[in-house]
């Protein structure tokens, strides 16, 4: 499909209609439900793409209100009009400026009588029940055939208004004079737009006048027989036997709007061959490095073991593909090899499309805009979000890019996992690409409430995407929930299917803690099944690693520096969200409550830098430095340093002899969406029959899963204080039970059990 720019206002550009001001090649004026909004998705996404292509300008005109139009001008799935007609003709909206176009609203607004003088005079007709629906200028209900009475015409005329009857169930008073064709007539004229080159389309008597305008119609394929027995002796109108989007193109095409190639159903882009599973992930499988000139690889350096196991799901020989950026001078380099194999031996079947990014792309889209506009709202702290538009656009070209390699690469019916925020719109764009494959989600993040999330400008659009999805992923059941909420407040949608968190989560008593979990959403299209998969360790490696004999070691040397001294432990990257100066302060708390602990406790601080390019963190890093050498300076002394603060990228190896070498893990980040660091000590604790006790923010994602764990409010200095002092004086024998139940939850659950089970409750049908 040829997707034309996305504008600041939203996906739906991709089928953006031409600007009043450059006289379109065509219009189309189409009922929603029943309509636009019907048939296959073939003729669906085949009607999308003409509208795209053909310099056309879209309207809706809908007997719903504007407020429920909203979502649909947000979802991805739906083309975005220019205009909106609602409320059966007594509403028209100018979508690009967001605003009632006038002074034709003016006009449709001054002969309605009010809502309330309307209601007076229908009171004494009981047997109206007022429909529960959005109404502006318009007053709806339900009634029978038998309540349109001439009494009831009479009282409604006398108002200066009209009756409209439809589906045997729905009448609308409506301001006199006022339909939806002729407030379409009176849009074409403010426009200048000749009726010649218009077609309109329905499916019930509530669009009746839009036929009886005279300009070139068409009734949809199981339109109403009332309808389709009022058009069927009118020139211009075509019933078509084609449902919704179907009857549409057939339509296009009998009234010679479009040539025929364009109205019948175009084949998907789709690779016959292709994979089987489509991983979709910003980084490759593999590094790429340059030496002397020529791209070489090498392996991940990331220790979570995260990669390492997904690539397992295609060690059977399972046709798959794995979507990535690949860093390069221009975004069409000469000479480039888009699909190459990752490793014929371990992966026979497994190739890797990359996406070509050049450097300023990688900066902005990955280390900028995501950083600074979704990275502190997933973690709520939306005062440190920074919201630009034009990054907003480049944004999208790159998820746009991630989805057409995608859709490239993927069989008939393939199952696609994509991953994390940074590719939050891709599902929209593949959706629209390929509605044949099966599209999963996973966030490796937290998911935040709904007054947080909402307060990012593409809102709509973001979580419209993540809607075309068939399965959405999240580390715990308040993820899960908060985006249940997310999504209702942006479109209809209602949960058919629950789950009790326990016993595998913790419920009360903990602040991330939910009674139960929403495994499945439905929305107006489909049914988006939801799920709950806190990512795992990989357990053996750090087994593997804690046996080497340079470990072993290590961890001796470790221990031999501490000598009697506690060791606190604290392993992260340096980022406000993981709350590095409330955990300074605490410490120094400590110290100045409990001076019979100087020299006989020290804080390890192995902090990972930001990559290069990360601003938002440069002042972090300030002010830890500036309140280390605090503390250092207030408690230290010749044969005692309180903090060791170790600034740089560690190997993993070495990370792990500090896990099985340190007392207690101090792991209290503000938000985390789960945190493995913590999962990590206690597989090298277990590793080394320690007894290290885990103390954990309980707004991190692993405190509801990892139940043994001494849970701290980084919030309230009294508990980071009270907690602290409670994991340093624990019995040895309280030690060692939480840490079995914590390792057994840990190794029950590893990266390799996370992966699986994923994939396969995506691949299953069960809500």
Known sequence: MTASPIGHDGLGEITRAAP?????????????????LAGDEAQRARLAEVLATQDALLIFVTGRGLETVRPLLADPSVPRPRY??????????DVAGQCPLQPLQAELEA?????QTVLEALSAFSGLARQEVPQERRCSFYAEAGQVSPDLQRVVKALGCELLFSADRYLDVLPAGVSKGSTLQALLRHLGISERRVLVAGDTLNDLSLFRTGIHGVAVGGAERGLVDAVRDLENTLVADAPGAGGILQGLLHHGLVPADLASPDPRPTAAEGAQLVMVYHRLPFEEVRRGGKLQRRRPKSPNGIIPSLLQLFSDGRAGSWIAWSLQASRDPEGFEPVVDVDPEGYPNLTA????LTKDDVNLFYKRFSKEAFWPVIFSFPGQAVFNHEHWAHYLEINRAFAEATARQARPGATVWIHDYNLWMVPAFLRRLRPDVKIAFFHHTAFPASDIFNIIPWRAE??????????????????????????????????????????????????LGVEHVPVALQTEERTVRLGVHPVGVDVEKIERIVTQPETRERIEAIRGELGSRKCLLSVERLDYVKGPLQKIEAFEALLEAHPELHGNVVMLNIVTPPADGMEIYRSVGEKVNQAIGRVNGRFGRIDWTPMQYFLRSLPFEEVVAYYAAADIAWITPLRDGLNLVAKEYVAAQAAVGGTGALLLSE?????????????????????????????????????TQRLRRLADIVRRNDVRTWGAEFLERVESEEA
Not at 111 to 115: I, L, S, V
Request: aromatic share 12%.
């Open 462 to 511: 973001i979580v419209g995407s993540l809607l075309q999805c068939d399965y959405v992923g999240f580390h715990i059941p308040r993820y899960a929930e908060n985006f249940v909420d997310v999504a209702r407040s942006n479109f209809p949608a209602r949960v058919t299917g629950k789950l009790p968190c326990a016993p595998r989560f913790a419920t009360y008593g903990c602040a």
């Open 111 to 115: 002969p309605w009588p009010g809502e």
């Open 20 to 36: 009043a001001s450059a006289p379109p090649r065509w219009v189309l004026a189409t009922d929603l439900d029943g309509t636009f």
């Open 353 to 356: 499309a990359r996406v070509p």
């Open 84 to 93: 909106v007609i609602a409320d059966v003709g007594a509403t028209v909206w």
């Open 699 to 735: 707004f991190a994602g692993a405190a509801v899963e990892l139940q043994g764990a001494v849970l701290a409010n980084p919030f309230d200095k009294k508990s980071m204080l009270d907690s602290l002092r409670y994991a340093l004086g624990m019995a040895t024998p309280e030690r």
